[in-house]
């Protein structure tokens, strides 16, 4: 049995976290984080992750940028495996991240579906091939009215996938309004919509001449997610020291 300290339990997908967990037999919640405590759970629930005084065996967080900091210096302190869900990260705060995987076990993910991780070996493989073939390479991200970060931690880490394998010698472009020129050729564009309750949408457009490839991914619910977490959860419990992603857990 795998005990789960969850940051951000009563967010949208701290719910869902929790649905899902209940039925599975292999995961128990031991406790919640998160400020908004007027929620009934099953569980303890704590405005703070330093107020928490319950043992856990692994912590998973889908919450806030602005706690990431405390969930590192916590997981650091206790040597409990951190699952790292959040995205909108600064540089500082992935440089901490990597400092803190020094002395712990963090799995850390722009996206917790098996597909988009999946895709992304995919596109690793297929843009070098188009890319030489003089394909333009644009992403086009949507997600629900209340995402705040833009563009998504998804839609970064699908272009950092195309861009590794062509050695990264390609730049991001995520606002052409104040340009007038015309696309220039070693660049991938990169466009968010935000509306309604999409969960999420993700398209990596190749368009060549006369013909456009497309890789698509569509979230019909945040479950796809919350399994993804649960999965990974039990992968990083006891794990050593290190900096893993979902790669890891599919392997």
Do not use: W
């Amino acid at each position: 049995m795998t005990k789960i300290l969850l940051s951000g339990c009563n967010g949208r997908m701290g719910r869902m976290i929790t649905a899902i967990a209940e039925k599975d037999n292999e995961i128990e919640i031991a406790a919640g984080i998160d400020k908004f405590t007027g929620t009934e759970n099953s569980y303890p629930v704590f405005e703070s992750i330093d107020k928490c005084d319950i043992a856990a065996d692994v912590i998973v967080d889908f919450s806030l940028p602005s706690g990431t900091d405390a969930l590192l210096e916590y997981a650091s302190s206790k040597n409990i495996p951190l699952v790292l869900c959040t995205t909108g990260l600064t540089d500082e705060q992935i440089g901490r991240v990597k400092e803190a995987s020094e002395k712990v076990a963090i799995l850390r993910s722009a996206n917790m579906s098996v597909g988009i991780n999946l895709l992304m070996k995919l596109l690793a493989e297929a843009a070098p091939k188009l890319a030489e073939a003089g394909f333009d390479i644009e992403i086009v991200e949507k997600h629900h009215n209340q995402k705040k970060d833009a563009p998504s931690g998804t839609a970064l880490a699908l272009a950092d996938a195309v861009n590794s394998s062509l050695e990264n010698s390609y730049s991001y472009v995520y606002d052409r309004s104040t340009r007038n020129e015309a696309r220039h050729e070693k660049e991938i564009g990169i466009s968010a919509v935000r509306g309604g309750t999409i969960p999420g949408d993700h398209d990596v457009i190749f368009a060549g001449e006369d013909e456009v490839i497309t890789f698509s991914h569509r979230a019909y619910s945040r479950a796809v997610f919350a399994k993804g977490a649960i999965s990974a959860a039990k992968f990083l419990s006891g794990k050593e020291a290190g900096l893993y992603d979902m790669s890891d857990v599919l392997a």
